[in-house]
């Protein structure tokens, strides 16, 4: 070991551990298109002559595709981050390119290959957040909740964007949104994939710096999430022009380009460690710990405690089970909201299905922030983080009963709420993933829990939701004297999904309970971790 040396200047821009998580925000800015399904998923309903069972069997198959990444976690360590990037962005481009050339009909086929399209195009996602949440909480350690808080927070913005630009430049024509869902995320992921990576911890950032930067960062992402529901609400109030759209579209895009600023903004000074430390081997951090003059966060020595389990091991804990069971109740039950957004919105007589999509891309965003920041506070209290996962999973159910209860207010308003609890708890998975089983093999561990999320949706929207509209549209249907063609697979009220609703928030309230036993298990867990962070600071 060395002896504290003078401070550096800033590293180079390559090695700046800023363009790093900037390079990820982008990377994460084009990974949550799935939930624009219900954009065109009405389009695609109308055009191929599908019954409601077949569409939420499409987005179930977006689930899965999006949800399966254990590919991508067991293959994560055999070569650089920027290989996942790339396998991701060609997943997508390829599986959205053919369901583009579906609703064009210009090919014809058989709905297993459709179904095959969409896997292939959402698996995309996994292959991308794998290395960008990897790289950035090796890179961060003592930020994980934060930093992990924020990339999610993109993801669940992007869907809010791409929205955005539909409205100005696509509305009505969803075959050519489809195809921007094809080619604009590969166009960015192959821009930035040479910048996710791994940053060694050579110059170690002072702690006020990383503050403020962190600080900067989740301004950023306020102002564009602020910025988007004031367009939003001026699309409702008033009837904007083409041009006005896609000025503020324009706006928008710039907004985008402010996180680019990272890596130059204050001019942070560096304390200088020795070369061997590699922060990105966990069996070096103690020793990397305790070279640093002071712990930035009272959760410092956090990273000490962590279990370091193989897939194995993990699968053979009850807390990875409870905490699958978590993420199946509540992310299974809000992606089933995602996916029949379109039908919902129209059964309560409306076809603004962009609107309340940005609705719920803005909150989900907002979520994923609230669930980084308030989940480091109930841990800096010495209190267990899945406390957290219990609060949201709860939040989840009462949404999902506000819709059921077809008011005229609770679309908007489940929407948000939705949103929120959504982004709330896919920001909070990777953070309890890597201090339940630890970081060493977390691709894998974190891709393999979160199958939980696809196959709760799968039986969830395919099975119960799907199958419970089209028995009401049939009955509707068969009510009428003279039905006019094509009406046997739509639904019009509150009806059509109430009792469907009602037993989501069952589900919800059973994801409660299991989150509740896992508060319980690792109580002394947490209280530990916290008294050995006060003992390291005095």
Same mark, same amino acid.
């Given at each position: @070991?060395?002896?504290?040396? !003078? ?8 090695? /700046? ?11 994460? =800015? ?18 191929? /002559?599908? #019954? ?28 650089? !981050? ?12 390829? $599986? ?12 014809? !086929? ?141 706006? @928008? ?21 020795? #070369?061997?430390?590699?922060?990105? /081997? ?45 993420? $199946?109740?509540?992310?299974?039950? $809000?992606?089933?909201?995602? *996916? ?20 719920? #891309?803005?909150?989900?965003? %907002?979520?994923? %922030? ?25 939040? @989840? ?29 896919? =920001? ?18 974190? *891709? ?5 999320? !696809? ?38 009220? =509150? ?14 309230? $059973? ?28």
């Amino acid at each position: @070991m060395t002896s504290s040396a !003078p401070l550096k200047d800033q590293p180079s821009l390559l090695e /700046n551990e800023w363009v790093g998580l900037a390079a990820g925000i982008y990377a994460e =800015a084009c990974s949550g298109l799935s939930y624009c399904f219900a954009v065109y998923s009405e389009h695609l309903k109308e055009t191929l /002559n599908w #019954s409601q069972t077949q569409i939420d069997g499409l987005g179930s198959s977006k689930d899965f595709g999006g949800g399966y990444g254990v590919p991508a976690g067991l293959l994560y360590n055999f070569y650089p !981050p920027w290989v996942s990037v790339l396998i991701g962005a060609s997943f997508n481009l390829a $599986g959205y390119l053919g369901i583009w050339l579906t609703s064009l009909k210009l090919i014809a !086929p058989p709905y297993w290959l459709v179904c095959a399209f969409m896997v292939i195009g959402s698996n995309g996602e996994p292959w991308v957040s794998t290395p960008v949440m990897v790289t950035n909480m090796q890179t961060f350690p003592t930020e994980r909740g934060h930093v992990v808080g924020l990339l999610k927070a993109y993801l669940g913005l992007s869907a809010a964007m791409f929205a955005r630009i539909y409205t100005s430049f696509f509305d009505g024509y969803a075959s050519r949104f489809i195809l921007l869902q094809a080619i604009g995320p590969f166009v960015v992921l192959t821009a930035v994939m040479a910048f996710v990576k791994p940053y060694p911890n050579k110059h170690d950032t002072e702690p006020h710096e990383i503050e403020k930067r962190i600080r900067w960062s989740y301004c950023i992402i306020l102002i564009l999430a602020g910025y988007l529901f004031i367009t939003i609400v001026l699309s409702e109030v008033f009837v904007l022009g083409v041009a006005t759209q896609r000025a503020l579209t324009t706006i @928008m895009i710039a907004i985008l380009f402010l996180p680019l600023a990272m890596p130059f903004f204050g001019r942070p000074r560096y304390k200088h460690v020795s #070369s061997d430390l590699d922060a990105l /081997n966990p069996d070096d951090e103690e020793s990397s710990t305790l070279l640093q003059e002071e712990p930035v966060h009272t959760d410092k020595p956090v990273h000490l405690e962590m279990p370091e389990l193989t897939l194995y091991e993990s699968v053979q804990t009850a807390n990875f089970w409870l905490f699958a069971a978590i993420i $199946g109740a509540g992310t299974g039950s $809000g992606l089933t909201i995602v *996916n029949n957004f379109g039908q919902i919105a129209r059964s309560f007589g409306t076809s603004r299905v962009s609107s309340f999509i940005s609705l719920f #891309s803005i909150w989900n965003c %907002l979520g994923r %922030l609230l669930a980084g920041y308030s989940s480091e506070c109930i841990v800096r209290a010495g209190l267990p983080r899945p406390i957290a996962a219990v609060m949201f999973t709860s939040l @989840m159910g009462l949404a999902i009963l506000l819709l059921a209860t077809g008011a005229s207010y609770s679309l908007y308003v489940g929407s948000v709420l939705v949103g929120l609890a959504q982004g709330a708890h896919w =920001a909070l998975m990777p953070v309890l993933t890597s201090e339940l089983f630890g970081l060493r093999n977390y691709g894998a561990t974190f *891709n393999t829990v979160t199958v939980a999320s !696809p196959i709760s949706a799968y039986f969830l929207s395919t099975w119960l939701t799907g199958t419970l509209y089209d028995r009401e549209a049939a009955a509707q249907h068969a009510s009428q004297i003279d039905p006019p063609p094509g009406s046997e697979h739509t639904c019009h009220g =509150a009806v059509c999904f109430q009792l469907a609703l009602v037993l989501l928030s069952c589900v919800c309230a $059973g994801g409660v309970i299991c989150g509740l036993a896992l508060v319980m298990r690792t109580r002394g867990l947490y209280r530990l971790r916290t008294k050995t962070s006060e003992s390291e600071e005095y």
